[in-house]
Nanobody
Framework: QVQLVESGGGMVQPGDSLRVSCATSERIFSNMGWFRQAPGKEREFVAVINWNGDSTRYADSVKGRFTISRDNTNTKNVVYLQMNSLKPEDTAVYYC???????????????WGQGTQVTVSS
């Protein structure tokens, strides 16, 4: 079973940048998505990238500030989420996930990481 491991979370100030990463346990040719969940809120879509990295899609709330990318060159995949101009409302646990379908719905994703906390606060 594919395992996903996120890293790179932390606490930053508003306006700062942060990059979170997601490493897979084996090379997979799946769409990879980033989702986030704030306390008391439902898990929401952030971004998705297709298997070879030439198509991406973003939630309106992060468009122009976040960039998703992936590295398929090794025996494993690494998916990145570069987050710029961070705002307090970006505070959440960020999860990466893998899906065979092109989707922004969490229920379409079969494999999930454990999440990494991102806190934006002054």
């Amino acid at each position: 079973q594919v395992q996903l491991v996120e890293s790179g979370g932390g606490m930053v100030q508003p306006g700062d940048s942060l990059r979170v990463s997601c490493a897979t346990s084996e090379r997979i040719f799946s769409n990879m998505g980033w989702f986030r969940q704030a306390p008391g809120k439902e898990r929401e879509f952030v971004a998705v990238i297709n298997w070879n990295g030439d198509s991406t899609r973003y939630a309106d709330s992060v468009k122009g500030r976040f960039t998703i990318s992936r590295d398929n060159t090794n025996t494993k995949n690494v998916v990145y989420l570069q987050m710029n101009s961070l705002k307090p409302e970006d505070t959440a646990v960020y999860y990466c996930a893998a899906s065979a379908t092109w989707s922004d719905r969490p229920t379409s994703y079969a494999y999930w990481g454990q999440g990494t906390q991102v806190t934006v606060s002054s």
